[in-house]
């Protein structure tokens, strides 16, 4: 069975980039431009895990890993920040994020990171 990874980042081409490499190691991933649609999402499904953008239209990622790494049934889905912000890292360790990927990204090491925290 494929994993399911929800994908919210509001940038066209990382999205394409990401669905592309995830889907041609098995995931079946589902984008999202924005927290609000994000959140519509996971009211009708849970994912195996997140990629959530730390810088967003409607919305910040950090907070929004907080609120979700708060809830009870969503604490053992990994949530990984994604962004090129210089302080990325730090905010990933602050918002209790399971990994951090900085952009611009290395596919292989991308790939290999999703793929280790889904078999797990």
């Keep these: 069975?494929?994993?399911?990874?929800y994908l919210v980042e509001d940038d066209n081409d990382?999205?394409?980039?990401?669905?592309?490499?995830?889907?041609?190691?098995g995931c079946?991933?589902?984008?999202y431009t924005t927290i609000t649609a994000f959140k519509q999402a996971l009211e009708t499904?849970?994912?195996?895990?997140?990629?959530l953008d730390i810088m967003l239209p409607d919305g910040d990622g950090v907070e929004i890993c907080r609120e979700l790494k708060s809830i009870e049934n969503m604490?053992?889905?990994?949530i990984f920040l994604i962004s090129a912000h210089v302080n990325g890292m730090k905010m990933a360790i602050e918002a209790c994020a399971d990994d951090f990927i900085s952009k611009p990204?290395?596919?292989?090491?991308?790939t290999q990171r999703v793929q280790q925290k889904i078999a797990s």
């Design 14 to 25: 990382i999205n394409d980039l990401i669905k592309y490499l995830l889907s041609d190691v």
């Design 75 to 78: 604490q053992k889905i990994p």
């Design 28 to 31: 079946r991933v589902l984008a």
């Design 1 to 5: 069975m494929k994993k399911i990874i």
């Design 45 to 51: 499904a849970l994912p195996d895990l997140i990629i």
């Design 105 to 110: 990204f290395d596919i292989n090491d991308f």
